[in-house]
């Protein structure tokens, strides 16, 4: 009989045991139970006996992810994209390399006697300076030479009243002012064209911008130049539709190379231009290079610029 009950805490341990071990196997494990079957197991509880209904923890599948592939769309292309315009730059001009500028009367204004002239003389230019009225059909109306000296850091002005006479009622001319140096050669001329008038009003316009007609990229002054040829490229607004010519003249004035050039018709805008000059000589040689244009009306030049080098063969 003591046997027996002294059992009894050694069976209640064993079956409390026993009861913990199942409820604990029951428990899925999160990650290795994928079934949605729902497990029914005993309750050990005050309702023991009464089926109870645990449904297990159930692992989300995977879900796949799509790798999207960019399929390449050839590029069409339409040729005439490829060609870019060319931009004719704008030329920027230094007023510092004017040589002549008129500035009044301003082009194609309407004059009587006399006529106020005011032009300005690049401060390089020493020698002479000559002042001249060419009416339509080539005659001289007025014409005075005088001497102008160098004026460092500042223009000369020159302020003239110019007196003339005419047949007619009106007629068209051509004022024009010019520098040479020492040995006679021009170094700079400038023109405005005007509409004489015998009677009546002034009636004056805007004068040319603060710019020359020129606008010299290469070469540079005083450049030394070898090789027989001269390089020439630049910008020039033509004052008519004539050809525009380039010398190179030595200090007796003998042209020692040439080039004529035709722009596109004139329209007040600057036309850009390449070209070569060649030349002989035996030495070194101080030159001028000449770039002029001819008046297309009134027998005589309209403008001419010049600037001094050095060429070697």
């Known amino acids: 009989m003591r046997r027996i009950i002294k059992l009894y805490p050694l069976l209640a341990f064993a079956i409390l045991l026993g009861c913990t071990r199942g409820q604990t196997a029951a428990t899925p494990l999160p990650g290795l139970v994928n079934s949605a079957t729902p497990v029914t197991l005993p309750r050990?509880?005050?309702?023991?006996?009464?089926?109870v209904t645990v449904t297990p923890f159930v692992e989300p599948l995977a879900t796949e992810t799509e790798t999207l592939t960019p399929t390449p769309i050839p590029l069409t292309i339409d040729p005439t994209y490829l060609i870019f315009p060319t931009n004719t730059p704008t030329a920027t001009l230094d007023p510092s390399l004017i040589l002549l500028r008129?500035?009044?009367?301003?082009?194609?204004?309407?004059?009587?006697?006399?006529?106020?002239?005011?032009?300005?003389?690049?401060?390089?230019?020493?020698?002479?300076?000559?002042i001249e009225l060419i009416g339509e059909d080539g005659t001289e109306l007025y014409r005075k030479v005088?001497?102008?000296y160098s004026n460092i850091g500042y223009y000369t002005r020159v302020a003239e009243q110019i007196n003339y006479e005419i047949k007619g009622a009106a007629e068209i001319a051509r004022l024009q002012v010019s520098t040479l140096d020492s040995k006679g050669r021009?170094?700079?001329?400038?023109?405005?064209?005007?509409?004489?008038?015998?009677?009546?009003?002034?009636?004056?316009?805007?004068?040319?911008?603060?710019?020359?007609?020129?606008?010299?990229?290469?070469?540079?002054?005083?450049?030394?130049?070898?090789?027989g040829t001269l390089p020439v490229t630049g910008d020039f607004q033509p004052?008519?539709?004539l050809p525009i010519t380039l010398e190179l003249i030595d200090i007796d004035g003998t042209v020692l190379g040439s080039r004529q050039l035709q722009l596109a018709p004139a329209d007040g805008k600057y036309q850009q231009f390449t070209t070569t000059i060649p030349y002989t000589v035996n030495?070194?040689?101080?030159?001028?290079?000449?770039?002029?244009?001819?008046?297309d009306r009134i027998d005589g030049l309209s403008y001419l610029y010049s600037t001094p080098l050095q060429i070697s063969p």
């Open 44 to 51: 050990p509880s005050a309702d023991a006996g009464l089926p």
């Open 239 to 241: 004052a008519d539709d």
């Open 283 to 295: 030495q070194r040689t101080p030159v001028r290079l000449i770039i002029r244009q001819s008046d």
């Open 186 to 227: 021009l170094q700079a001329h400038n023109s405005v064209r005007l509409l004489l008038q015998a009677v009546g009003e002034n009636e004056l316009s805007p004068p040319f911008a603060v710019q020359d007609r020129i606008l010299l990229r290469y070469p540079h002054k005083n450049d030394e130049i070898t090789g």
């Open 146 to 148: 005088f001497k102008t």
């Open 102 to 130: 008129i500035v009044s009367p301003g082009p194609m204004a309407k004059v009587i006697s006399p006529i106020d002239f005011i032009v300005h003389v690049a401060p390089e230019y020493t020698g002479t300076t000559r």
